[in-house]
Structure formats: structure tokens, C-alpha cells
């Protein structure tokens, strides 16, 4: 239906169709295009490029009306920009955001109100080198030398030399990833509190740990784990004990129980979400998959024939089967279909590959452009691996889930602390109260110990159940006197 031209940006702001080759009702649309942005505060030179991006499509249009445009011809060419690798991930939101002002403000199509252009806008993320997927590519002394590129880097030789250690160290007992990056970092922040380096006195060490507990004031939680990189830091890459800590004592976490929606409330929140991330979260209601088991899912770990999901190297390296569910198999079955038509777009572009491991690429080269292996819930445009330079479709924004569940659960009204990890916790119990035992909850969810699981069964001896209020005993004539 569009045509869509490849447009030469950089040497400054300039308009696709000069104005002295405009009508005066285009003039005055594109007038009227640049109050619209007025009023929501965006201006000067990025104004600018909003009218650029906007004047794009609509000079692609090849004579369609604009108010002729659906939400599919939109899809398309957002499409159609993310594979363009000259264009960076930043430059793609622009242009999302540039149409969503275009279509809300500019025309009275239904559909663009109901049109998520936040998850687009969020699904066009660029690859860091810093990227949980990609960094371990890295060997430990690349990662350090990135982490110190910024203003406020570490000097000490002998201090980097040890960050590089530490990395290697969680590398060879098959830590994961965020783990090795979030104890590098304590270990960092330690080392600036400490003029530039660990310290070997224990007691500077105590210092830094007060300090976040008085000064930053962060959550008990928050201090256990510094203290945890701080033990294993000194105790694998020193190789020594920390030493005495005095009188400081590990902060008691304050233990919470896990937030879980009614039946009612899983309708209200998920029936109305739309797109993909409506599917994510449907999923994970469903399968009680974590968010990034299911931000990483490929499609040949659906067994459509023996109805489960294979969750593999979930949390703690560990895999496991969870349940298909079948009442959103054929909203599953769709989207499956669209990204398959997408992967075929991406290989007749020259592109098509998804990331996998350098050491199963060199043994099987061409895996990456397979179709089982591309991920169900792909990124919204082509990235650019900032290590080795090749083109690929990432899996999709963590972000897209998270911040569309919030803006469901503000909709629905629903007054809990609603995240996507909630759902997990909401598939756990429903599982307990209709009789599931609790073996096979802890398997399905992945957890090491049943200890962990046995936090849901609070929902097993909540008021109403085993136990009524006096004010509804003395309600009904029974009396509570001793």
C-alpha cells in the first residue's frame, strides 16, 4: 500500500518537500503539525526532526490519504525503519513518537488511540556492549576497560587488575551474567568510597556498608547483597577471609509476602491488554515463567505436540518444562505467524539472524538464521552487535512488559503492587488453592528448595478460610467469651 524511500539523513534538519513546493493547506497542516508539538513541550532543533520524520511518511504515501492509513500500514513501516542500519535505535523511537503526534493529533482515526506506540517506541532498543546477552562475549578484561570509559573511572592498576579477576572468577563457577556485573560494580563503588581501591582494613570496609545503610539509606535487601560481592570478592580473589567486622551485623531483611491477584483482578488486568506485550503477560500468568525466561523464549522451545514450554538456563542455570497454556495458544499460534513473516522480511533484507553463542556459531555458522532459533518476542527494529558488527533482530525490551502491566493495572483500577513478577507469584497460588501439590508447583516454577515454595501456602491459611473474625462470629451469635 506505501512506498517507502530511502532518505539520506545528516548534514542538518531539512525538509523532505521544500515549502515554496508546498500548497498553502499543506503549509498550513504542517503549521498546525508544529503547534501540536508546542503543546507537548517538545521544541527547537528536536522539533525539527519530528516534522522531518513525519514528512517522511507522509511523502511516501505514493497518494493515499492519510486518514486512509491503518494501524497495519504503520506497523510496516516502522518495520521497514528498523532495518535500516543507519539509523540508530534513538532515531526509530523519534520517528515512532513523530507518527503517534502525526495520527493522535492530526487525524481522527480510531485506531491510533488504542495503538501502543509506547511498546514500539520501547522495542526499538540498540545492543550496548554492556548488554547481559552480549557481554559475556566479552572476556573479563574488555569488560572492565568498558566499564571504566566514563568520568569517574578507576586508576589503580592493581584495582582493575582485580575487577578482572573477580570476573573471571564468577565466569569459571558458571555464575550468571547480572551476577557478575552487579558484584563488579559493588566491588567498584567500594574502591571509589575507599580513595580508588579495596581496602585491607575491615573496618573501612564496615564504614562503606554504615554509609549505605545511614546516608543512602538503602533497603536491607540492598545492603545484604553489597555485603555478599564484598565476602566473595575477598575470599576467592584475595583468597582471605574478610577479616573481624566489629560489632556490624548483617541487616535482617524484613520479610514480605508475595502479592497475588484474584481471578477477578488476572481478567480485569490482562483481557484488555493488547499486542505483544499482552501476550508476554498473558504467558507468564500462565506458565509462571520469570520475565527474562520469557523475553528470551525461542520458537523451537514451544512443543506444540506435548502442549509445554521448555525454559532453558532459567535462574540459576537451571531448565525445567512448564504447562502450555491452550485457552492462548491460538493467540500464540498468530503472532508466531507474523514473525515468521517478519523473519522472511528480515532474509529477503539481507538480515534474519538472531544472536547465539560465538562457540555455537563456529560450529554450526548458519544457526543463527534458523527459524527455531529466532526469538518469539523480538526487538521492534535490526541492532547491531557492538562486538563483532553483525546485523540481528535481539529479543524484545524487558521494559515493554513492565511498563504495559503498569499501565494496565492503573487502568483496572487494581490498587496492588502489580508487576510482571506478580504474575508468577498469582500462578503459584491459583496452582496451591485447586489442589495442586506442592512438589509439582516447585518444580513447574524452578526452585531448588521447597522452602522457597512454601511461601505461597500463606494463601492456604488467610482469614476466610480457616479462620473468621470475631466481629462476623458475634455477628452471626457465636460467642467469644472464655
Given at each position: 500500500?506505501?512506498?517507502?524511500?530511502?532518505?539520506?539523513?545528516?548534514?542538518?534538519?531539512?525538509?523532505?518537500?521544500?515549502?515554496?513546493?508546498?500548497?498553502?493547506?499543506?503549509?498550513?497542516?504542517?503549521?498546525?503539525?508544529?503547534?501540536?508539538?508546542?503543546?507537548?513541550?517538545?521544541?527547537?532543533?528536536?522539533?525539527?526532526?519530528?516534522?522531518?520524520?513525519?514528512?517522511?511518511?507522509?511523502?511516501?504515501?505514493?497518494?493515499?490519504?492519510?486518514?486512509?492509513?491503518?494501524?497495519?500500514?504503520?506497523?510496516?513501516?516502522?518495520?521497514?525503519?528498523?532495518?535500516?542500519?543507519?539509523?540508530?535505535?534513538?532515531?526509530?523511537?523519534?520517528?515512532?513518537?513523530?507518527?503517534?503526534?502525526?495520527?493522535?493529533?492530526?487525524?481522527?482515526?480510531?485506531?491510533?488511540?488504542?495503538?501502543?506506540?509506547?511498546?514500539?517506541?520501547?522495542?526499538?532498543?540498540?545492543?550496548?556492549?554492556?548488554?547481559?546477552?552480549?557481554?559475556?562475549?566479552?572476556?573479563?578484561?574488555?569488560?572492565?576497560?568498558?566499564?571504566?570509559?566514563?568520568?569517574?573511572?578507576?586508576?589503580?592498576?592493581?584495582?582493575?587488575?582485580?575487577?578482572?579477576?573477580?570476573?573471571?572468577?564468577?565466569?569459571?563457577?558458571?555464575?550468571?551474567?547480572?551476577?557478575?556485573?552487579?558484584?563488579?560494580?559493588?566491588?567498584?563503588?567500594?574502591?571509589r568510597f575507599c580513595d580508588g581501591k579495596p581496602p585491607d582494613d575491615?573496618?573501612?570496609?564496615?564504614?562503606?556498608?554504615?554509609?549505605?545503610?545511614?546516608?543512602?539509606?538503602?533497603?536491607?535487601?540492598?545492603?545484604?547483597?553489597?555485603?555478599?560481592?564484598?565476602?566473595?570478592?575477598?575470599?576467592?580473589?584475595?583468597?582471605?577471609?574478610?577479616?573481624?567486622?566489629?560489632?556490624?551485623?548483617?541487616?535482617?531483611?524484613?520479610?514480605?509476602?508475595?502479592?497475588?491477584?484474584?481471578?477477578?483482578?488476572?481478567?480485569?488486568?490482562l483481557n484488555p491488554m493488547a499486542g505483544t506485550a499482552g501476550l508476554?503477560?498473558?504467558?507468564?500468568?500462565?506458565?509462571?515463567?520469570?520475565?527474562?525466561?520469557?523475553?528470551?523464549?525461542?520458537?523451537?522451545?514451544?512443543?506444540?505436540?506435548?502442549?509445554?514450554?521448555?525454559?532453558?538456563?532459567?535462574?540459576?542455570?537451571?531448565?525445567?518444562?512448564?504447562?502450555?497454556?491452550?485457552?492462548?495458544?491460538?493467540?500464540?499460534?498468530?503472532?508466531?505467524?507474523?514473525?515468521?513473516?517478519?523473519?522472511?522480511?528480515?532474509?529477503?533484507?539481507?538480515?534474519?539472524?538472531?544472536?547465539?553463542?560465538?562457540?555455537?556459531?563456529?560450529?554450526?555458522?548458519?544457526?543463527?538464521?534458523?527459524?527455531?532459533?529466532?526469538?518469539?518476542?523480538?526487538?521492534?527494529?535490526?541492532?547491531?552487535?557492538?562486538?563483532?558488527?553483525?546485523?540481528?533482530?535481539?529479543?524484545?525490551?524487558?521494559?515493554?512488559?513492565?511498563?504495559?502491566?503498569?499501565?494496565?493495572?492503573?487502568?483496572?483500577?487494581?490498587?496492588?503492587?502489580?508487576?510482571?513478577?506478580?504474575?508468577?507469584?498469582?500462578?503459584?497460588?491459583?496452582?496451591?488453592?485447586?489442589?495442586?501439590?506442592?512438589?509439582?508447583?516447585?518444580?513447574?516454577?524452578?526452585?531448588?528448595?521447597?522452602?522457597?515454595?512454601?511461601?505461597?501456602?500463606?494463601?492456604?491459611?488467610?482469614?476466610?478460610?480457616?479462620a473468621r473474625s470475631p466481629a462476623d462470629l458475634r455477628r452471626i451469635?457465636?460467642?467469644?467469651?472464655?
Open positions: 500500500m506505501c512506498h517507502y524511500p530511502v532518505v539520506r539523513l545528516g548534514g542538518g534538519v531539512k525538509p523532505v518537500k521544500p515549502q515554496d513546493q508546498m500548497s498553502s493547506a499543506e503549509r498550513a497542516f504542517w503549521a498546525e503539525y508544529a503547534q501540536c508539538l508546542v503543546r507537548r513541550n517538545i521544541t527547537g532543533h528536536n522539533a525539527e526532526w519530528y516534522v522531518r520524520r513525519a514528512q517522511e511518511f507522509c511523502y511516501s504515501l505514493d497518494g493515499t490519504r492519510l486518514r486512509d492509513i491503518q494501524a497495519a500500514d504503520v506497523d510496516r513501516y516502522i518495520a521497514h525503519m528498523g532495518r535500516r542500519v543507519s539509523l540508530e535505535g534513538w532515531q526509530v523511537r523519534q520517528c515512532i513518537a513523530a507518527l503517534e503526534v502525526l495520527f493522535r493529533e492530526m487525524t481522527d482515526c480510531a485506531w491510533a488511540r488504542d495503538f501502543d506506540w509506547r511498546a514500539r517506541i520501547n522495542a526499538c532498543r540498540d545492543l550496548r556492549v554492556e548488554h547481559p546477552t552480549v557481554a559475556r562475549e566479552m572476556t573479563p578484561q574488555e569488560a572492565v576497560a568498558e566499564r571504566q570509559r566514563g568520568d569517574d573511572k578507576l586508576t589503580d592498576p592493581e584495582t582493575l587488575r582485580e575487577l578482572g579477576r573477580l570476573r573471571e572468577v564468577t565466569r569459571i563457577q558458571n555464575m550468571s551474567i547480572r551476577t557478575e556485573q552487579t558484584y563488579s560494580e559493588w566491588i567498584e563503588r567500594l574502591a575491615p573496618k573501612r570496609v564496615v564504614a562503606f556498608l554504615e554509609h549505605l545503610a545511614l546516608q543512602r539509606k538503602v533497603a536491607p535487601s540492598t545492603q545484604a547483597q553489597a555485603l555478599n560481592a564484598i565476602v566473595f570478592f575477598y575470599k576467592n580473589v584475595r583468597e582471605r577471609d574478610l577479616g573481624d567486622l566489629g560489632n556490624y551485623r548483617r541487616p535482617k531483611a524484613r520479610r514480605k509476602l508475595p502479592v497475588v491477584l484474584t481471578h477477578d483482578e488476572i481478567d480485569r488486568l508476554m503477560c498473558r504467558l507468564m500468568y500462565g506458565t509462571g515463567m520469570r520475565l527474562m525466561e520469557c523475553v528470551r523464549l525461542r520458537v523451537k522451545d514451544i512443543d506444540w505436540g506435548n502442549h509445554y514450554i521448555t525454559v532453558l538456563f532459567g535462574k540459576g542455570g537451571k531448565s525445567r518444562f512448564v504447562p502450555l497454556p491452550e485457552v492462548y495458544s491460538e493467540e500464540l499460534k498468530l503472532h508466531l505467524k507474523q514473525r515468521k513473516a517478519q523473519h522472511e522480511q528480515d532474509e529477503a533484507a539481507g538480515f534474519g539472524e538472531a544472536f547465539v553463542p560465538d562457540a555455537l556459531r563456529r560450529k554450526w555458522p548458519s544457526v543463527g538464521k534458523k527459524w527455531g532459533w529466532q526469538y518469539v518476542f523480538a526487538s521492534g527494529r535490526i541492532s547491531t552487535d557492538p562486538r563483532s558488527g553483525r546485523h540481528m533482530r535481539h529479543h524484545i525490551s524487558e521494559n515493554v512488559p513492565q511498563k504495559a502491566i503498569k499501565t494496565a493495572a492503573e487502568k483496572a483500577e487494581i490498587l496492588k503492587d502489580v508487576s510482571c513478577h506478580v504474575l508468577r507469584h498469582s500462578f503459584a497460588t491459583h496452582l496451591l488453592t485447586a489442589g495442586h501439590d506442592i512438589r509439582t508447583v516447585q518444580e513447574l516454577l524452578g526452585h531448588a528448595d521447597v522452602a522457597t515454595t512454601m511461601i505461597y501456602t500463606h494463601v492456604l491459611n488467610r482469614p476466610g478460610l480457616t451469635g457465636i460467642h467469644t467469651d472464655t
